[in-house]
């Protein structure tokens, strides 16, 4: 079995390499860094051809192989086996639906909530308890690390005249030594995944976990800031192990919020002692959520190429509606590894503080005032995902992660230098588009393709007309219409974003809502099931609290005294 390892974008955890199954559950590293694989594979042209003739659950389970993970392969093949299964309304999983003149679109939206968050969350939660299982069966996927892989240097810049990056575990912790005893995750019974959601990752992450053994869910998202239908969708998921929180704030300060519980040693001492609880993260900077996102961009080259959509060899250019930034990186690691893709275009809604920075080298929030948009999962103004390309762009160096992350933290901004800026440069465009304008698209695709967007991927389709060069495009649909029907139906009928609906469409409930834009707009795909199902779900009786860690930390303390009598 070949197992890689892994290292963080600010040099942290370098001294003590860690294996695939350490850093799911670990998600982020000691110093606030994200894990990246050591070595990236590289596959040949051949090799990803070849994968279209096996089902996407193989395809997956290959790639893993290849980016050496370390669980024997038949345990991940069942593991694939299960994540990706008939939970897809489609044996396909992510068709590639040609619509326009060469864009191709790759559908990521067939699993159970709707949103492309379940490539990832379908897959991930199944690591995660298999990982656990492991731990607590003293099996051999999470246990000690093989010494002979365990690799005496990193490839890495690893030392610069600063200093060495290598920062000591105990250094990090000695906060929390000094206190009597380090609060560690390895003497936890069972761990709590704490997500901070804009609407699609809670849900997802709630139809991922809730069912995992040794884990507990707790999701906390911004209230006003998700779909009635989202709201709907986290509320039905119920049972000891889940909590489901509104937050007096925007999506910006749920993440900051959820993350300052993650940093606060004190807290994470108490929830073990008391509890035998350790957190988790399941948001996108866990490098077990970006796995599964590289194997449908390889997935779909080939798949693409066995349809007779595209020659083999041909450079596809890939857009991505973009928020944290997860969905495009792992297009960009798709490429690396071989994917024959050209450019990455970027595209931002109002809150586009990604394009900006792609178009100028420097990234800036002094300025910016959040905005609610119809596409609510991109309304991200720190993008967590985006050091992770910086570290890639810059050569791996983590000395100039941990300076820029320093200056975006006290100054709210920093500038790249002129070398990362160039290689951004060579891969990345970007540009955005307004609530209306993404509005109008939906109309404009619809009345000439009878293809209908959510507000998300009309964003991604307005960008990829505009930036389009001749290369053919694949667009990431990343969510179904019928997640956002308010919005899909101003598109329609041709209303402003925001407008208020005619009298006898406003009171109607997000699902017959729904049923309305289907029977209206007849070549328009019918409404889901699972969302036809969410009209029982009670909305009035979700809970809101306020919006600092404090909240949110005396929120959990609250919910597992609750949870225990
Ligand atoms: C999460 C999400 C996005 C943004 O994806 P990132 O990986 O965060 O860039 C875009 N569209 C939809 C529908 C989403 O749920």
């Known amino acids: 079995m070949y197992i890689n390892s892994y290292i963080d974008t600010r040099g942290a955890d370098v001294c003590e390499p860690l294996s695939f199954t350490q850093v799911i559950v670990k998600g982020i590293a000691l110093g606030g860094g994200l894990f990246v694989p050591k070595v990236l594979p590289r596959l040949s042209l051949e090799e990803i051809l070849g994968l279209a003739r096996l089902p996407y659950h193989e395809r997956a389970a290959l790639l893993y192989r290849h980016f050496g993970v370390d669980m024997p392969f038949e345990q991940i093949r069942s593991l694939m086996h299960q994540a990706y299964a008939d939970n897809f309304d489609t044996p396909d999983i992510t068709p590639v639906r040609t619509v326009g003149d060469d864009i191709h679109v790759l559908e990521l939206w067939h699993g159970p909530t709707l949103a492309f968050k379940d490539m990832a969350l379908q897959c991930m939660p199944l690591f995660f308890s298999a990982a656990l299982s492991a731990l607590h069966e003293g099996g051999t996927s999470a246990a000690p690390y093989p010494p002979e892989v365990s690799g005496s240097s990193v490839d890495t810049p690893g030392k610069t005249p600063e200093g060495p990056t290598c920062i000591s575990k ?23 995944i704490l997500v901070a959601t804009s609407g699609d990752t809670g849900t997802a992450a ?27 969708q986290m509320l039905s998921y119920s049972g000891s192990n889940v909590g489901v929180f509104g937050l007096r704030g925007n999506f910006d300060s749920c993440q900051h919020a959820v993350k300052g519980a993650f940093a606060d040693v004190d807290f994470n001492h ?28 390889v997935s779909a080259y080939a798949q ?43 595209a931002s809604n109002t ?16 300025d910016r005032a959040f905005v609610l948009t119809p596409s609510p999962s991109m309304d991200i103004l720190v993008s967590s995902n985006l050091e992770r390309q910086l570290f890639e762009l810059n050569g791996r160096d983590p000395v100039r992660i941990r300076k820029w992350m320093t200056d975006l933290a006290t100054t709210k901004r920093f500038s790249v230098d002129r070398d990362t800026f160039a290689a951004m440069r060579r891969t990345f465009v970007a540009d955005w588009a307004s609530a209306d304008e993404s509005l109008a698209t939906i109309k404009a695709v619809y009345e000439s393709y009878g293809y209908l967007l959510d507000p998300h991927t009309a964003v991604g389709w307005q960008v990829a007309e505009r930036l389009r060069g001749s290369n053919p495009v694949l667009l990431a649909a990343t969510a179904h219409w019928s997640k956002f029907g308010a919005d899909v139906y101003r598109g329609l009928a041709g209303l402003k974003a925001a407008s208020p609906l005619p009298d006898e469409l406003a009171c109607l ?57």
């Open 351 to 366: 809150n586009r503080v990604l394009s900006d920075f792609i178009n100028t080298g420097t990234y800036d929030i002094t």
């Open 270 to 297: 108490q929830l073990i002692q008391d509890y035998g609880i350790a957190l988790s993260s399941a948001n996108s900077i866990n490098w077990g959520r970006l796995l599964p996102q590289i194997v449908y961009y």
């Open 206 to 232: 709630l139809a991922g976990f809730s069912h995992s053994n040794y884990t507990n869910i707790i999701v906390f998202y911004p209230q006003g800031g998700v779909s009635e239908l989202q709201l709907r």
């Open 509 to 565: 409930t997000g699902v017959e809502l729904d049923t309305y834009i289907a029977k209206n707009y007849a070549s328009a795909a019918a409404v889901p099931p699972s969302i036809t199902a969410l009209a029982e779900v009670d909305i009035q009786s979700a809970k809101v609290i306020g919006s600092g860690s404090g909240d949110v930390e005396r929120c959990i303390l609250d919910w597992l005294a609750q949870r225990r009598p």
């Open 304 to 346: 693409m190429v066995a349809n007779g959509q595209l020659k083999a060899g041909v450079e596809l250019d890939v857009c991505v509606p973009t928020g944290n930034f997860g969905n495009i990186l792992a297009a960009y690691y798709a490429a690396q590894i071989g994917t024959p893709i050209g450019r990455l275009l970027c």
């Open 170 to 192: 105990e250094a990090l912790e000695n906060t929390a030594s000094r206190r009597g005893e380090t609060p560690r995750s390895a003497d936890a019974r069972e761990y709590l």
